[in-house]
């Protein structure tokens, strides 16, 4: 039986962990998977430590994450929010919590589902295949995958959720969004500390330039939106005539902090996990044969084809597994809760580690194999599989993401090929609170 630490608190009963708080959050930042694995191998899943942005009982166990998504929502709030909110907003749904959470989740997940998510299916198509041929255009011996993915998702983005349907404004808010991720230090994100300003040199000011030049240009959209008489596609649109229950509208800040959400949880990690499906893809001979098979046999490339294709999805369901851009999600107990044989005190930080999740061997056999046909051979339930976190807070914007997906590499495969242009095995590397390839992934793309 793991060992247990008793503090002064009455009742409380906390795993043994690792010692120190810069020590940790340094490894953690540098490699989560070793680090996490690491501590549950040596002191037992589930544990405890103290990261920068407060104290954490880490968790991967199929039992205790169904413990945890069972519970009553309302014992939970979001994790480290004086470090989110000032990055953000307030009005973030990443920091809601409580009632006010529901709310905004009753009005916008409907945004990101079903009839008005294919919609987009031809334009994801389109601004693929116009990305790929610039890029080919530009470097026929070499494109990065990398800068490719991320050009490909942030117009996504701004097309179909900022409103940047002017060419002119739609270009401006692509580079806006460039410079504002690329100024994204993981730091920032892991501890208030760092929000420090000093003649504008620091990563903080540089950061909130950015993020002021991107919202200046998201005002010009919003101020044409709310001049229409009626609403256009994007979700831009439906923000600005969006109205709670008592008939209130959002607010201008409110609406800012949402784009920026998406911006952050939406096109970087769908650009990682597109880079990591084309390095797994043609680095295995097999599977892209299954696929091209697959893909080669649909009637045309009509996106609801695309998005029933069986083995490509199996194929997306597997990169997010082997590669979860996210390691581990977060939040923080408003009320005690006991986990298990331990008792963790109100305040206490959880984190629901899917990266453990994800590598079980007991789950997956060869959990570091890259194998698309155990999704389809098997299902597996919300407490093994979680690439968009679970519960009351699953990503909303999970099927957009996986639908994007299938649209870009059903053209991409049907199309063209891709070789592999560096041998040397990528792994996982800490970009901001995601982890993407520890290279662009260099490729030649040619015509099939």
Known sequence: MNQVIRTKDAGTR????????WGTTIKLIRDPRAALEGWAKEFGDPFFFRPLNGPVVVTGREDL????????????????MQTTVPLLGSGSMLVLHGERHKRERRMMSPMFQGERMKLYGGLMQEIAIESIEQHRQQNPAQVSTADLMQDISLRVIIRTIFGGDNPQLAEKMFVASKVLANRASPLLFFTSRTHVRFLGLTPWDRWLKARRELCDLLDIAIDARLKESEPRGDILSLLCRATYEDG????????????????????????????????????????????????????????????????????IQETLRVNPIVTETLRKLREPLELGEYQLPAGMGLALATVLAHYNPQTYPEPDLFRPERFIEQTFSPFQYMPFGGGHRRCIGAAFATYEMAMVL???????????????????????????????????????
């Not at 096109?267 to 797994?280: C, D, P, Q, V």
């Not at 080669?296 to 695309?306: S, Y």
Request: proline share 9%.
């Open 14 to 21: 906390l795993p043994k962990g690792p010692r120190g708080t």
């Open 65 to 80: 994450l169904r413990t945890i998504h069972s519970q009553d929502p309302a014992i939970y709030e979001p994790f480290a």
């Open 248 to 315: 209130q509208p959002m607010t201008r800040d409110d609406i800012y902090a949402e784009l920026l959400t998406f911006l952050f949880a939406g096109h970087e990690t769908t650009a990682l996990s597109l880079t990591w499906a084309i390095y797994h893809i043609f680095r295995a001979p097999l599977i892209c044969e299954k696929l091209r098979n697959e893909l080669d046999a649909l009637p045309n490339e009509a996106p609801v084809g695309m998005a029933e294709a069986s083995y490509l999805k199996a194929t």
């Open 410 to 448: 059903g053209v991409f495969l049907r199309r063209y090929d891709f070789q592999l242009l560096d041998t040397r095995p990528v792994v996982p590397k800490r970009r901001s609170v995601t982890m993407g390839p520890s290279s662009s992934v260099p490729v030649k793309i040619v015509k099939r």
